[in-house]
């Protein structure tokens, strides 16, 4: 009974113990694992965090070359407008001494196409141009189109002001004669770019007759590759004398507000 009794416990034990043998080994299997998952996942957070970082520093450095691009042209476009400044007035305000119009109030598109004209010969060649003569080797100083937008957008920011009436057109008879430039240039003269007419506004009376002088008698407009002036001419030929033309501009110059 004795013998039966001790291999009984006996073999009570060995289960025993090879139960928390087992348990043991599950433990540290589950330790081990833990230890060695631990570094990986801080790895993989390290690597994650990094990209992440990386990602935003690219993000705030696009951003950043993206803020200076405008200051960079602003820059560019002040410096370059310097050498028209001599003639146009340092805030695009224009010289009537120096047969210089105003160009504060005019959009980019246009100023950057006169521009492309002159640097072209397209404008500012003809003989009897003399002042388109005089403007032509001025924008060739540009340098490439990059240049032209940057002047073009520099003008475009300057300060408006209403041209003062030298030639003492009517401006109630402007009015009637201005019905059939309404069509391109607005019915105030803010021009439409989508008619390719620029705002008329804020220049004044002297240079608005003297371009219409110039597309009627051919001197302007006349150039196969001026598009623009090509449709502009034939509507010159309408207004029949001078005294009409300072009507108009009187109009014109009447919707023009200083900023």
Not at 14 to 38: H, I, K, P, Q, T
Request: aromatic share 6%.
């Amino acid at each position: 009974m004795k013998s039966d009794n001790d291999l009984s416990n006996r073999t009570a034990d060995e289960s025993l113990c090879s139960l928390l043998v087992g348990f043991n080994f599950l433990f540290f299997l589950g330790l081990l694992s833990a230890l060695l998952f631990l570094p990986l996942k801080s790895a993989f957070s390290s690597s994650g965090h990094a990209d992440t970082h990386s990602e935003v520093s690219e993000a705030e450095t696009h951003a950043a070359a993206g803020a200076s691009e405008p200051i960079e042209s602003a820059s560019a476009g002040k410096q370059a407008y310097q050498i028209c400044a001599t003639c146009h007035g340092s805030e695009g305000e224009g010289n009537a001494a120096l047969n210089s119009p105003a160009l504060a109030g005019q959009e980019p598109w246009y100023l950057k196409r006169q521009l492309q004209k002159f640097k072209d010969g397209i404008r500012g060649s003809h003989p009897d141009d003399i002042y388109g003569m005089q403007m032509r080797p001025m924008a060739m100083t540009l340098a490439d189109e990059a240049a032209m937008d940057a002047v073009a957008e520099y003008i475009a920011g300057l300060p408006k002001k209403a041209p003062v009436a030298t030639l003492g057109g009517d401006v109630a008879k402007g009015k009637g004669a201005y019905m059939l430039c309404q069509a391109c240039h607005g019915a105030n003269a803010e021009g439409n770019k989508m008619m390719n007419g620029p705002a008329l506004q804020h220049l004044p009376d002297w240079y608005i007759v003297r371009q219409l002088k110039n597309y009627k008698a051919g001197i302007r407009g006349a150039d196969p590759r001026d598009i623009e002036g090509m449709q502009m001419a034939p509507m010159s030929k309408t207004v029949p004398d001078e005294a009409t033309m300072k009507d108009i501009a009187a109009y014109i110059n009447s919707h023009a507000v200083s900023d």
